[in-house]
């Protein structure tokens, strides 16, 4: 399957469903005063990365490849392997796909928590459990739906909605953000 390049992206999400626990209300507070991640260059998450930059989609038989255009790619095992329960954080998490009708449906597992989700930047902590199932709806469209589940973070599962349009004649360009970076110097707060 050839790589498609995706980006426009329009986010679907109803606020009502994103309830914090108290822990969770205390993390956004405290990354709302002091956290600028963008401004310190951190990687994204899955998450944030999708809705955020254009990528493209490899499919290599057992594993897919999603290489986004800030910095970061993503495997994807499809090969029918499971958790192994001892994966290092990382800020992609690790995913293990199988294919449901004409739908990839994506379980990850194995985040560090030092990202927000978007949208809205909401946290999540190292338990976080994101279940994607992307589908093409047609030649020029993928919808990503995305269920966040984090217990430490949130009172029940949620779910959000990303829909891409197909980007035609383009590349992925080449993103650095230390080059690109120029707001951390005009920020305040203990997080910088």
């Known amino acids: 399957m050839p790589a498609l390049p995706f980006g426009e992206r329009l986010i679907e999400i109803k606020p009502e469903d994103v309830v ?45 490849v999603v290489l986004y255009e800030s910095e970061i790619f993503r495997q994807i095992f499809i090969d029918g392997r499971e958790f192994s329960g001892d994966a290092n954080p990382a800020w992609m998490g690790y995913s293990i796909g199988k294919w449901d009708g004409d739908t990839l449906v994506v379980d990850t597992t194995g985040f560090n928590d030092q990202e927000a989700i978007l949208p809205g930047s909401h946290p999540h902590s190292d338990a976080l459990h994101i279940i994607e199932r992307f589908r093409r709806r047609d030649f020029g469209h993928l919808e990503i739906e995305c269920t966040i589940d984090d217990p430490k973070v949130y009172a029940k599962p949620w779910t959000f909605k990303l829909n891409h349009h197909l980007l035609l004649d383009t590349e992925l360009l080449e993103y650095i953000c230390n080059e690109n970076e120029k707001d951390l110097q005009h920020m305040v707060g203990a997080g910088r």
């Open 20 to 64: 914090l626990t108290p822990v969770g209300e205390a993390l956004q507070r405290q990354r709302k005063e002091n956290y600028f991640p963008g401004a310190q260059c951190l990687p994204n998450n899955l998450a944030k990365a999708a809705a955020v930059a254009p990528f493209k989609i490899f499919d290599f038989g057992g594993t897919v």
